[in-house]
């Protein structure tokens, strides 16, 4: 008896999904949970398991096209017995077709081959291992006869034309639809918010010297190593406490500020940019904070992250420098309010007690929704961090 394999339900908000790829072919067997598809949504990429070993009978939506929540994706049959379906014969039946189609020119070849018996052995040679037909070949001598020479001035135009016309100037690939997601999101936000950016620089000598004094200690206790976002986030807790409209958002008619510090971080992959949440951070340790940036990280890049890893966010933090940047301006994760942007470490000649010293220095960006954080407000926020940063005490002990 054969089953339906249905798109499960991913979400609240989300009502469909697309069909990325089909890690099962047509009559091919599997164990139940084993995985048979994989979808993408808006926010995250999933596999679909088997609900029951068999075969994949049929394919009802094939690679690229989008279903509903519920929709079926495919039919289950049973693992013994299982009579190909009509999609598989066709395909079984296209491939012999296409086999055959290549064999032909080979074939055609070696019979203009062999009646042309006016060929040296060292020209039949290169037209048989280049498939070539004879008589494509335009001979130099009066006589008509072919050389070698003749054949690799043929191969060599080949070649040529070959290159010209299998070279693209344009590549067409359809959006997915987390890129489309983003996409949206992103113009949203800035069509929607009025987003400023302010800038400024800190100097991470302390944090360098802490992570350096306590690395063996931190990695004996917590089984990873002491990173910067740790402190980021942590001195960020603590800046949103202070300016509490960083922290909140506008709905409607109405400003929601928020109690709790939920804070995102921004994370590229190859299908682009998410943004999975650190839960309640004003309540990590800096060990836990690291731990679950890491499994977080490592859920993006394999497609793995789940909706709860996604869903809320109250301030967000995108690290630039760790790809080279030394300046942008990001966007706020709307309905968000705020966004740091951090960059990467460059040794520089700064100022310090009217003498130029050289010191790590990171610039900071924060970009900010205008309509409920002020200038003043934006600027004491960034200014806050830098202080916090700048005497990581301060956050370690949380004071």
Do not use: C
């Not at 942590?234 to 949103?240: G, I, N, T």
């Not at 400003?255 to 709790?260: E, M, R, T, V």
């Not at 301006?329 to 007690?353: C, E, F, W």
């Not at 960006?365 to 700048?390: P, Q």
């Amino acid at each position: 008896m054969s089953v339906e394999l249905i798109v499960p339900i991913l979400g609240e908000s989300i009502t469909e999904a697309t069909v990325t790829k089909w890690l099962k072919k047509i009559g091919e067997s599997f164990e139940v949970d084993e995985s048979l598809v994989e979808i993408e949504t808006d926010k995250i990429t999933v596999e679909v398991p088997a609900p029951r070993a068999g075969v994949l009978s049929e394919i009802k939506v094939k690679e690229g096209n989008d279903v509903n929540i519920g929709g079926v994706l495919g039919i289950i049959g049973e693992s013994d017995g299982v009579t190909p379906s009509k999609e598989k014969k066709q395909l079984q039946e296209e491939v012999v077709k296409e086999e055959k189609t290549k064999t032909k020119p080979d074939q055609n070849n070696q019979n203009n081959l062999k009646k042309d018996s006016k060929l040296s052995p060292s020209v039949k040679k290169i037209l048989e291992e280049n498939n070539l037909d004879s008589s494509k070949v335009k001979s130099s001598r009066e006589d008509g006869r072919l050389t070698k020479a003749d054949v690799m001035e043929h191969l060599k135009n080949l070649s040529q034309n070959n290159k010209k016309s299998t070279v693209e100037r344009e590549k067409i690939v359809p959006m997915s639809k987390i890129r489309r997601t983003i996409a949206t999101r992103l113009k949203e936000a800035q069509n929607t918010a009025a987003i400023l950016t302010t800038f400024n620089e800190v100097d991470m000598s302390e944090i360098i010297k802490v992570r350096e004094a306590k690395k063996e200690d931190f990695i004996g206790r917590y089984d990873v190593k002491l990173g910067f976002m740790s402190f980021f986030v942590k001195a960020s807790v603590m800046a949103l406490q202070e300016f509490s409209a960083v922290n909140a958002e506008i709905r409607d008619e109405n400003i929601i500020y928020k109690n709790h510090f939920d804070i995102g971080i921004a994370v590229g992959t190859e299908k682009g940019l998410v943004v999975p949440v650190l839960k309640n951070a004003d309540k990590m340790t800096f060990g836990d904070i690291e731990k679950q940036i890491i499994e977080l990280s490592t859920k993006a890049k394999e497609g793995t992250l789940t909706m709860d890893d996604l869903s809320g966010g109250t301030f967000t933090i995108s690290n630039g420098g760790v790809y080279g940047s030394m300046l942008s301006t990001p966007i706020i994760n709307y309905p968000q309010s705020g966004i740091l942007g951090m960059h990467n470490i460059i040794k520089r000649a700064v100022v310090v007690d009217d003498e130029i010293v050289i010191r790590p220095m990171m610039y900071l960006a924060f970009s900010y929704d205008h309509r409920i954080i002020d200038g003043k407000e934006s600027v004491g926020f960034l200014l806050k961090l830098k202080e916090l940063l700048e005497s990581p005490s301060a956050i370690i002990l949380g004071i």
